[in-house]
Structure formats: structure tokens, C-alpha cells
């Protein structure tokens, strides 16, 4: 008879259950219309360079773009948005065709990057930076991106008259693969390193309460292996997350906190966040902490792969225990390896 491993199944349906019975009138969805037909990145450099001016340092260049799908609906007047922009920038940008009929913009720029000297266009997303780069090539792009971000924010900010968020992520999904979650978003749908700056309140987003979503679709919002995961290694987590950021800055003293936010706003809306803030004794520039999340997502993205990799093995060979079992010796080793010392290991 094969052998047999305790499940979490009983763990993750109560984990649901008790999510969706907070959610009576529905799962709240961020309803924004793009404010012109997406792009996904076609000819982003070329808008930016109209937009901004690119900043270059040889082939490495970075620009500023307005956003066609923005993260919370537009509020800021035409004329307040571009008279911003013109003192930041120096010149008044030109926008897109596409929002020249727009009374209110977003308070929402992209700042994109990119290796002219690499292939496919010089894509050079956050993993690929990370991980192909040269130190040059590191310090060229974190130099360019700081500039452009800097004026990102600075616009943001006396657009808004307030603190702007800047938000990235990595990896990557088509449009189909992001439409078929559910919601519109998911991975970036664009390979081209860039990051967003925004001035984002989620009271002012527009939401619509749904509750005839497909089961998945549900799951997705609930994430209840997201919250088991978070429960059973944020420990060991947050302490591979300050040693690597320990390592990437090796002059700042960094720890490491995890959280779980769950609250209701005044309209029935829900937030589910699981994640992990990091600390710095001293305050930092946007360049080093560029440097120090990248550094991070490569470093997590590598085991990431490499559990999924060994996962697979485990149940392809089910029913050769001798094959589970090195295969589970193995991903004892890498999680070991890793930082993860304090799990303990079935036979």
C-alpha cells in the first residue's frame, strides 16, 4: 500500500469557510475601466521618451509613461496632472493620443527600463536584472531608475498632495492567462522592467460586490494556501529575509517582521494581505533598497523553482517509494540549504 501523509485539507476548507462566511454580500472587485485601449508595452520607450525624456548611461535608458489601466480612478484635473509634470520634468509632456479627451487623469506614472544591447528588445525584468546582469550593468540601471523614479514621485506627489506608493513585481503572464484569473491583473503582462508610482487610497477605488464568481476565482481572493504557507513558515522566513537583506546591504542593520492584515472597510470591502515588512536602522535610498528587494526576489524565485521542480518529481513518481524518498531528501537538503533548518522531515 503506498504510504500515506498527513493532509491539510480539513485546515485549508476551514480557512474558507470562515472567509467566505465573512463575505455574505459578495467579494469585492476593483472595477477601473482603462482610460484607453492597453498597449501592453508596445512602443513604451517610445511614449516615454515623449512623455519624459529618457535617462540613459549607454545602452541602459529609463522613461516615464502615463498609465492606460490605472490601479484607482482618476481624479486629478487635466491641467493640475500636466502643470505638475511640466515643473518636474521641465518641459510640458505630451500624452498618449489615446487620453487627449480626458477631463481627469490618475495620479499613477510607470517608469520602465531596459538593456538596448540585449535581446528581445532589452527586456530586463527585476529577475532578469538580478540575475543576468553585471555589476556595471547594476549600478547603470539602479542610477537611471532612481532618476526617473525620483520624478515619478516628485509629480505624484504635487499632483496628489500626497505620499506616493511605489509598487513592482515579477514575473510574467499573457493577457489570456491574466483574464483567465478572474480579474484583469495577475502577473505582469509585460516583460519590460518596470515599476509603479502611484498615489493609491483603496477607500476612494471603485468596487463592485460580486457573488456569482467561479469557485477558482474565489480561491484566488481567499488564498487559503497562501495563509497556511504564511502560518507554518513565517518564522524561519523572516529570518532568511533580513539575512538576505543583511547581505545585500551589508552596512545597514535590517530585520525582518511578518504580518497578516484582514479588515473590512465602511462599504463591505475586504483585505487579505499575508507579508513580511523589513526594517532599517538608518534611512536608505531608493537605489539601495532597489538593490535589496531585487536581490530578495531572485533569491526566493530560485527556490521557488526548485521546490516546484522537486514537488513534481514526488508525485510523478508516487508509486516508487524509493524514488519519494530521495526526492523528499532532497528537498529537505535545498530547504536546508535555503535557511528553512527547522523543519521537520517525515519518513
Not at 148 to 154: G, K, P
Not at 162 to 172: A, D, E, T, V, Y
Not at 224 to 242: E, K
Not at 300 to 328: C, N, P, W
Request: hydrophobic residues 35%; proline residues 5%; glycine residues 8%.
Amino acid at each position: 500500500m503506498a504510504e500515506r501523509h498527513p493532509s491539510h485539507y480539513s485546515e485549508l476548507v476551514d480557512d474558507v469557510v470562515t472567509k467566505e462566511g465573512a463575505h455574505a454580500q459578495g467579494i469585492a472587485i476593483t472595477v477601473i475601466p482603462s482610460l484607453m485601449e492597453r498597449t501592453d508595452g508596445l512602443g513604451v520607450f517610445e511614449e516615454g521618451a515623449i512623455f519624459s525624456g529618457s535617462e540613459g548611461r549607454g545602452p541602459i535608458e529609463a522613461c516615464i509613461t502615463s498609465v492606460a489601466s490605472p490601479y484607482a480612478p482618476p481624479r486629478i484635473p487635466r491641467e493640475v496632472f500636466l502643470n505638475a509634470s511640466e515643473t518636474i520634468l521641465g518641459s510640458r509632456p505630451v500624452l498618449p493620443e489615446g487620453m487627449a479627451d480626458i477631463p481627469e487623469l490618475p495620479a499613477h506614472l510607470i517608469v520602465w527600463w531596459r538593456n538596448k544591447d540585449w535581446d528581445d528588445d532589452g527586456q530586463a525584468g527585476i529577475l532578469r536584472l538580478a540575475e543576468e546582469s553585471s555589476q556595471t550593468e547594476r549600478d547603470d540601471f539602479r542610477v537611471v531608475i532612481e532618476k526617473q523614479v525620483t520624478r515619478a514621485a516628485s509629480i505624484v506627489h504635487q499632483a496628489s498632495g500626497r505620499k506616493p506608493l511605489i509598487q513592482s513585481s515579477w514575473g510574467h503572464a499573457t493577457p489570456e492567462e491574466r483574464s483567465g484569473e478572474g480579474k484583469s491583473r495577475g502577473g505582469p503582462s509585460n516583460k519590460h522592467g518596470h515599476l509603479h508610482v502611484l498615489d493609491l487610497d483603496p477607500t476612494e477605488q471603485s468596487i463592485e460586490l460580486r457573488d456569482d464568481l467561479l469557485a477558482r476565482e474565489k480561491l484566488n481572493h481567499f488564498g487559503p494556501w497562501n495563509a497556511l504557507a504564511h502560518q507554518a513558515l513565517s518564522t524561519p522566513t523572516t529570518r532568511i529575509l533580513g539575512n538576505i537583506a543583511h547581505g545585500a546591504l551589508p552596512n545597514s542593520s535590517v530585520t525582518s517582521e511578518a504580518f497578516t492584515d484582514f479588515h473590512f472597510g465602511a462599504n463591505g470591502t475586504s483585505a487579505y494581505c499575508d507579508g513580511y515588512r523589513l526594517f532599517f536602522d538608518q534611512p536608505i535610498g531608493f537605489g539601495e533598497a532597489f538593490d535589496c528587494l531585487t536581490t530578495i526576489a531572485s533569491s526566493f524565485e530560485g527556490f521557488y523553482q526548485d521546490v516546484t521542480m522537486l514537488h513534481s518529481d514526488f508525485y510523478k513518481h508516487s508509486a516508487d517509494s524509493e524514488v519519494r524518498s530521495i526526492t523528499r531528501n532532497s528537498l529537505a537538503r535545498r530547504a536546508a540549504d535555503f535557511g528553512y533548518t527547522d523543519l521537520k522531515q517525515k519518513n
